[in-house]
Structure formats: C-alpha cells, structure tokens
C-alpha cells in the first residue's frame, strides 16, 4: 500500500469523525434551583378539569368582570399544566430527553410556564389587554409542538415501547388541548370585550359554539376532503347524509355531550374546531380508502360509479343515554384483522411509505370555514389548529393520507369532553366509524 493512499485512509477516517461529532446529543440544560422549585411546587398541585360549562361561564354575560375572573383564571390553571408536561419530559429516559426535538420540547415549556408562572396579577383591563397580547405570542411560538414532538418519538422508537410512546403522546396531546383551550378562550372573549359589541345571546361564546350543527359540519368538511381527493386520487364519492340533519350538539350540566332538534329555544355549549378536525380526518380515511378500492375493483377507467360515503346522525337509542352519534359508513374494502389491533396506534398508517409524503399531523389539511377561530387561515391568528393549519397551506390543500396521526388523534378530541370515536369493520367490504 503506497503512503499517498494510507495518508487519504487517514483524512477520510478524520472527515467521518468530524462529520459524526455533529450528531452529539447534549443533555438538556438543567433550569435553576429556583425555576425546578417552582415547576415542582405547582406540579404538586393538580389543574382542575375543564368543562365546557367552565369555558362559557365566563362569556354568560360578557362583562369587565368576568374577563378579569378568566385572566386568573389562565394563571392559576396553565402554569399547572404546562409544569406537568415539564416534568414529564423530564422523567423520559434519558436517550430519549437528548434527542433534540424533545429537548426543544422541554426547553419550551420550562419558558412558557416561567413566563406564565411570575407573572403578575392581572387586576384592569388596560393591564389584560397587554397580557392578551403576550399571550397570543406564546400560543403562536407553540404552533408546531404536535409535529417538533412527533419527530422527536419518530427518532427514539427503539428507546421505547410503542404502549410508552403512545401513553406519553395521549397526555402531552390532551394536556395540549386543555392548554389551547383556556388560552384561546380569554383571547376571543377579551377581544369580544374590547370591540364593545353588545353580543347578547349569541350562538358563539369566544370559541364555544351555543348550537353547533353535524351536518353543516359534515357538508363543510366533506366539501373540503372531495376537493382534496379529487385533486390526489383523481375521483371523490359522494356524502349522504341521512337520520336526523337537525340535531345539535349540546352539553348536560355535567357536562356530557347531548342530542337537542333545532325546534328548541335554547342551545348549549360545543367546541365546533374539534368536531371538524375529526370528521376531516375521518373523512379524509373514508374517501381515500373508497376511491382505491374501486380502482381496484373496476379499474382507474372504469365508468363505475365511485360508491358514496353515509353519513347517518343518530339521536339517544333511550332519555338515558346522552350521546348524539354519528356514523360514517364507506365501502372502502374494510380493515384486515391483522390491522385491527393497531387502527389507533400512532404512526400506523395504511398509507405506504409515510416518511414520502409528509403527511400526518406535520402537514395534514387546512382547517377552515366557520370553525376555524378568528377566520384566519395560518399559524398564530388564533386557530386552535394553527400548526396544522400553517402546515397545510404550505403544501397546497394538504394530503389525502400521512404519517397515521389522524384517528389516534381524532379519537382523543372526540374523548375529551365525554364522547368516543370507535371502528367496525368487514373485511373486504366496508368499514363504520361511530362517533
């Protein structure tokens, strides 16, 4: 061997060591003694459950007042949380905690809960619109946790169990949902406020919808996804819509969500965002999986038609039972018992290659229409979805089908305030989705 390739071995041996130090992982840096402290002092203390009823209790009536009692509010529950979101990440192990996303993750929320933490109290209106306008900027700087915090459990897989993996997600996501909610709660009623409108009984409270409606919310998110499937997969089924088009989504004082007809005088309380984030990304399922089980029935050039999507709304089956349900039937060949098991599983998609085309919760769908808060379209102007939001515009109307996010998420949204998202299925035949 000459000495002009030993002395290349050696340069190329260096290169690789150089290029490899780069993917050191560092330990999070440790917060101060003060700050672990504080986060521990009110992680000891458990938030309090949010209610629907809680949520719109401070817009009945809108007043001064109650937007002061809603400012304490913020302060007193949010720190709790975002302390146990800290403090669980702390604990993950500690591969895990070096990965980089979740360090952001953490580093992230030790800010946000110091911000929140010592921040003094709020006691006029002059001094919560100021807080508002921090408090805005913090919900937008965690526009993409979903997708920070998904890439960082993508990468460390075989540090962890899938059951731990999906454990830790459904906490962090629920805990993210209670987060957003209290957050973009006082932001649309201290707006509300300062616009001086004289709101009365109105059907919105901040972004709580007083009587929000299935079907509309079926036609505005199926208008969407065939738009989307049309443009991926080249045809769309239809919807039909059948049982009781009327019905409303209300709350008992419980609160549990309850079937109400249009015919009565007074409505409750729902969330409408979390109710098209679902039926989006169940439909967005259903459509996908129809249009390529009739290609492969009949072919791409067949004169078939593509079988429809129902959508049946269903009252109480008894005055016992509170649900209102709505179940989506497609005949989109069913799911294989070998896939049964893992439907809800994070990360499960039957989708292909998932890494491909970037898709799942990074990029999924514009969220629009009258449920999107503020009306705006991207990240940070107050859409209780802005990371999928931003994402989805970035990449045109989205994707038909990602990373397997859709129905583990869908689920935990639709449990979140009492309901339940569940699948039947025939294999090679159709598939139903109760909600």
């Known amino acids: 061997m000459s000495a002009s390739t030993i002395v290349r071995g050696r340069v190329a041996a260096i290169r690789g060591l150089q290029r490899r130090s780069f993917n050191v992982r560092h330990a999070p840096d440790a917060p101060s003694a003060q700050i672990s402290q504080l986060l521990a002092s009110y992680a000891a203390h458990p938030p309090h459950p949010l209610t629907l009823n809680s949520l719109v209790a401070f817009g009945q009536p809108l007043t001064p007042e109650s937007v002061l009692r809603s400012v304490s509010f913020v302060l007193s529950e949010i720190p709790r949380r975002l302390a146990r979101r800290a403090c669980a990440l702390e604990t993950l192990p500690f591969i895990v905690g070096t990965n980089p996303y979740v360090s952001r993750m953490l580093n992230a929320y030790r800010q946000s809960f110091q911000f929140l933490a010592s921040y003094p109290p709020v006691t006029t209106l002059e001094e919560n619109t100021s807080f508002t306008d921090e408090l805005s900027h913090l919900v937008a700087s965690h526009q993409n946790d979903i997708p920070t915090m998904a890439k960082g459990f993508q990468e460390c897989v075989k540090y962890m169990s899938p059951t731990q993996i999906s454990n830790f997600l459904d906490g962090a996501i629920r805990n993210r949902i209670s987060v957003r909610l209290i957050a973009e709660q006082h932001i649309a009623l201290s707006q509300a406020l300062e616009s001086q409108r004289d709101v009365g009984f109105t059907s919105h409270y901040g972004i709580v919808n007083m009587a929000c409606?299935?079907?509309?919310?079926?036609?505005?998110?199926?208008?969407?996804?065939?738009?989307?499937?049309?443009?991926?997969?080249?045809?769309?089924?239809?919807?039909?819509?059948?049982?009781?088009?009327?019905?409303?989504?209300?709350?008992?004082?419980?609160?549990?969500?309850?079937?109400?007809?249009?015919?009565?005088?007074?409505?409750?309380?729902?969330?409408?965002?979390?109710?098209?984030?679902?039926?989006?990304?169940?439909?967005?399922?259903?459509?996908?999986?129809?249009?390529?089980?009739?290609?492969?029935?009949?072919?791409?050039?067949?004169?078939?038609?593509?079988?429809?999507?129902?959508?049946?709304?269903?009252?109480?089956?008894?005055?016992?039972?509170?649900?209102?349900?709505?179940?989506?039937?497609?005949?989109?060949?069913?799911?294989?018992?070998?896939?049964?098991?893992?439907?809800?599983?994070?990360?499960?998609?039957?989708?292909?290659?998932?890494?491909?085309?970037g898709g799942g919760p990074y990029a999924a769908q514009y969220i629009g229409g009258s449920a999107a808060v503020g009306g705006g379209t991207s990240a940070g102007e107050g859409n209780l979805f802005g990371e999928i939001t931003g994402k989805g515009v970035q990449v045109g109307l989205g994707t038909i089908a990602g990373l397997g996010y859709g129905l583990p998420m869908s689920r935990l949204y639709a449990k979140y305030f009492g309901g339940s998202l569940d699948l039947f299925s025939l294999d090679g035949w159709d598939r139903l989705l109760a909600l």
């Open 213 to 357: 409606s299935p079907a509309a919310m079926v036609k505005m998110c199926g208008a969407f996804v065939s738009e989307l499937c049309e443009a991926t997969l080249g045809a769309a089924p239809t919807i039909i819509i059948d049982g009781h088009e009327d019905a409303t989504v209300c709350v008992s004082p419980d609160p549990v969500p309850f079937y109400c007809t249009r015919s009565l005088t007074r409505f409750q309380s729902y969330v409408p965002v979390h109710l098209e984030y679902v039926l989006t990304e169940i439909l967005k399922n259903a459509f996908r999986a129809t249009v390529e089980h009739h290609y492969k029935l009949y072919g791409t050039t067949s004169a078939h038609t593509v079988a429809p999507v129902t959508v049946t709304i269903s009252p109480p089956p008894s005055p016992a039972s509170p649900f209102l349900s709505i179940r989506i039937r497609d005949q989109g060949g069913g799911v294989s018992p070998s896939n049964m098991a893992r439907i809800f599983s994070y990360a499960f998609t039957t989708a292909g290659n998932a890494e491909s085309d």
